[in-house]
Every structure is written in structure tokens, then in C-alpha cells.
């Protein structure tokens, strides 16, 4: 019931930033000194740590209570087939981002979580889809890197992002890498 998830940044000059965030406290160190964060943005670090923990535990976090699914119709994805699922959160316990959605895509066979999209609206917005990579299973739980796909606005439907991926079409935005799994 107790967690600290953590994010180290080294930028262009070799400034290392790490924010620590804990069940009750956000913390930021600066090459090593701890430094003074206003509330405004502790909420918004703190929010995007969680962001990334939550894809790094997929799919544990698509059986919490909030979460609804729908099964939508299995298509092909590079010659493979997947279910899809779609997921959206209820209004009570959905947190701040109730309005996103997101689309699974499960490998019909092995069971796994190759593909995602989303749509976001918090801190901006935008469609992505992610592409797993680099799958490691360790202790008897996968984990994956994800190529993170995708438009500054919500004009695509995410039923399409598969079909753009394939065509080339989606631009490559960042990568997503956890180390020292």
C-alpha cells in the first residue's frame, strides 16, 4: 500500500533533476539538493510521475475500480490478430482524467498488451498510440518500453491509429525506456 515512484532527467548541460513522489509527498532534488517546488506545479510533476508509473504497470491498473470496459470488434494489427478493448473511467474515483479514453490492443493468442491509444485533454491534448518494445519478463511480470505515436489534437479517432501506424503516417514523438527494472 506504500510507494515511491521516481523520474531522473539529466538535461543538455548535465542538470540532474529527480522528483520523487510517495502515498503523501512529492520531493524534487536538483543535483542533489532538495528544492522548493510551487503547489501548482507539485500537483502537475506529481500527476505526470503517476502517468508514467500507471503505463508501466499495465495492465494491473485496468482492473481498478474505476476503470469500464468494452470489448470492441478484433482487427489486425501488422499481420497479428488483436482484441480490442476500451476503456473510460467512472465519475466517482476516476481522478482528474475521467474524460480520456483509451484503446487496448490484446494479442489474441499470447495474451499480451502490444498496442494502446489514448486521448487526452488534461495539460493540453492530444491522441497516442504506443508501440511495446523491448518486453522483458522479470520474476514472472512483462515489461515493456513503449514508441510513443501521435497528434497535438483529438481530431483522429483512436479506432484509426492502427491503420495509421502501419502506413507510416504517425509521427514518432518520444520513447518511452525504464531502467533498472
Known sequence: DEYQYERHQTDSSGVKTVDAL???????????EEVSVPDSMVVKYSSSINSVAYFFLLPAPLNDAAVKKKLLADINIKGQAYHQVEVTFAQESGGEDIQDRYIYWIHTKN?????????YEVSGSGVRFREAYNVQTKNGLRF??????????????????????????????????????
Open 144 to 181: 515493456c518500453d513503449y514508441r510513443n505515436y501521435g497528434f497535438e489534437d483529438t481530431r483522429t479517432s483512436l479506432e484509426k491509429l492502427p491503420a495509421l501506424f502501419e502506413a507510416g503516417s504517425l509521427p514518432l514523438l518520444s520513447s518511452i525506456e525504464n531502467e533498472n527494472v
Open 111 to 119: 495474451k499480451t498488451v502490444d498496442y494502446l491509444a489514448y486521448s
Open 22 to 32: 510517495t502515498n503523501d509527498s512529492f520531493v524534487r532534488k536538483v543535483n542533489g
